[in-house]
């Protein structure tokens, strides 16, 4: 088999997939949209022998109850020299349950479940079913999420070599909640607030004004090199559970300063600084669009 990369993009329903697809679609994946588990390898072997060397699949709970083979799957593809990346996308309960309801589409899991379901009932069931891919899967929660920026992440986080661990740094406002992809959470709300300098409330924790301006808080840099310390010690664990992915969210209250600032700063000395096991870095900002 020739050197190939495939993604394998599974999720809730209502969570992205589609907008997902499109973008590795216009990146020049070719892309298998619901296919069943079983099928997976075959296909990836016949578009192999035709010089395919980035493919797509989607996969989900609309292939019925074999997702769960999915897993040993994609070990034995990995076993075989294949380079396979899940890409897994999610979305909190509220934000899947008005996206049908504005859509006024079925949820595919109320054939199993029956026509009488309420969409809650179906969220629940289709998110257990597809916990295991969760959990070896890199994470993205499209909570909120305009699509221009979905695509982007997708597309950041496909790019990135799977062989060794991708440290991603995301950061979040916890008036809007918790992202559900995040493995560790930091809380910086602690620090002084920038918001509440009317000069600095429109900028951001990249600017150069915030960045003195948390500088200033003499909290700020032993806070940061706390999280630094953490990192270094138990990011390695990460590693012995299999995981290509980890997500260390940092939260502020609007997630726009203080939390951007903090991880901008982590990013770059990971970076500079990197520890062995780790690939690569990526920041995302949840807040900044």
């Known amino acids: 088999m020739i050197n190939m990369k495939v993604v394998l993009v599974t999720g809730l329903s209502g969570s ?14 070719y892309c298998v949209d619901n296919l069943p588990p079983s099928f997976i390898p075959q296909v990836i072997q016949r578009l192999s022998s035709e010089g395919i060397t980035q493919i797509a699949i989607a996969a989900d ?14 070990q034995a593809l990995k076993a075989d ?14 934000t899947l349950i008005t996206r049908y309801s504005e859509s006024r589409r079925r949820h595919p899991m109320s054939a199993r479940l029956g026509e009488q379901a309420t969409v809650q009932e179906c969220v629940d069931a289709e998110r257990e079913a597809l916990e295991p891919l969760r959990n070896i899967a ?3 929660d499209t909570s909120a999420l305009q699509p221009n920026v979905l695509r982007r992440w997708v597309l ?39 918001y509440y300098d009317k000069s600095l409330r429109p900028l951001t924790g990249k600017d150069v004004e915030v960045q003195r301006y948390i500088q200033a808080d003499n909290r700020s840099d032993p806070l940061i090199s706390d999280i630094e310390t953490y990192l270094r010690n138990w990011l390695p664990s990460y590693l ?9 969210a940092i939260g502020c209250t609007g997630g726009q300063h203080r939390s951007v600032y903090v991880a901008e700063t982590l990013a ?9 096991q780790i690939e690569s870095v990526l920041l995302r900002h949840r807040s900044l669009g």
Do not use: M, W
Request: net charge negative.
């Open 16 to 29: 992205g997939k589609s907008v997902a697809i499109r973008a590795l679609e216009d990146s020049h994946f």
């Open 61 to 74: 709970a609309r292939t019925g109850r074999d997702i769960v083979d999915v897993p040993q799957i994609v």
């Open 81 to 94: 020299g294949t380079d396979v990346r899940i890409l897994f996308l999610d979305a909190d309960d509220e």
């Open 138 to 140: 890199s994470c993205i």
């Open 156 to 194: 950041e986080t496909v790019e990135e070599e799977s062989a060794k661990l991708t440290l991603v740094f995301e950061t979040f406002g916890f008036k809007k909640g918790l992202p559900s992809d995040a493995d560790l959470v930091f809380d910086v709300r602690c620090l002084s607030n920038p």
């Open 240 to 248: 012995n559970e299999q995981r290509s992915y980890v997500t260390v």
């Open 268 to 276: 770059k000395r990971f970076t500079s600084e990197p520890l062995p």
